[in-house]
């Protein structure tokens, strides 16, 4: 037998921890009847084996030598030097690597691949730490999770403010977001109507000409009844 040639030798699992090769060569040819070349040998633990080429004993004396190379190929699932290890990759969770190892597909986590990563997504705004839970994910910001730590989170999607205001995106803000007022409004949601004295005095500071109390010789500003005019004690 050449070089080119191999005898396949399954094995079942678990892999025996020794073996012994047992050969029979005969001189087989058209020239006269089947020759008995000599019988060999070779007994070792199966690392013994894979390390290098291997002489095999004659068992009786003889002339010839044999030598082998037993190369182990793992079957399928099977991997590791002596085939020790399983992996199945299972579905679109992970597959295997060449000694074995389970590699997670990005989404998901954990010893087989069974958490789903939430946060591979990356759910949360800038800045915010995603934690995987039992049963999702939470988005901590200043130290809790809170709603505005969240990307999908719209503070203006609901009636915020009211129709005296415009309401704007705020992170800095402890409820996520501002209410820009109308002019005649103020108060968190614009629900509180700017009296005339406010009023004065909001104009005065619009017009940075310096002036910034309503009234002189500290004077105070009263605002009258019907909610439009004013006067100073």
Known sequence: ?????????????????????????????????????????????????LQEERNLRPRKRC?????????????????????????????NSFTCDENGNVICFPGYFGPSCTRKDYCYLEPCVEN???ENTD?????ICDGRDDAKCYAKYRPCAN?????????????ESADGFECECKRHWRGKRCEIRL???ELEEKRLQELEAGAT??????????SDPNGHDFHCQ
């Open 1 to 49: 037998m050449t070089r080119d040639r191999r005898i396949v030798i399954p094995l079942r699992l678990p892999l025996p921890r020794s073996l012994r090769i047992h050969v029979i060569a005969w001189d087989h040819d058209a020239i006269s009847a089947n020759d008995l070349i000599g019988e060999f040998s070779l007994e070792g633990k199966l690392q013994y084996f």
């Open 63 to 91: 002339s010839s030598s044999i030598s082998m190379e037993l190369e182990l190929k793992c079957r399928e699932n099977w991997f590791g030097k002596l085939c020790e290890t399983y992996c199945n990759p299972f579905n």
């Open 128 to 130: 915010a730490q995603c």
């Open 135 to 139: 049963v999702g994910y939470k988005c």
């Open 159 to 171: 009636e915020t403010c009211s129709a005296n205001g415009v309401c704007k995106p705020s992170p």
């Open 195 to 197: 009296d005339a004295c």
């Open 213 to 222: 109390a309503v009234c002189l010789n500290n004077g105070t500003c009263v």
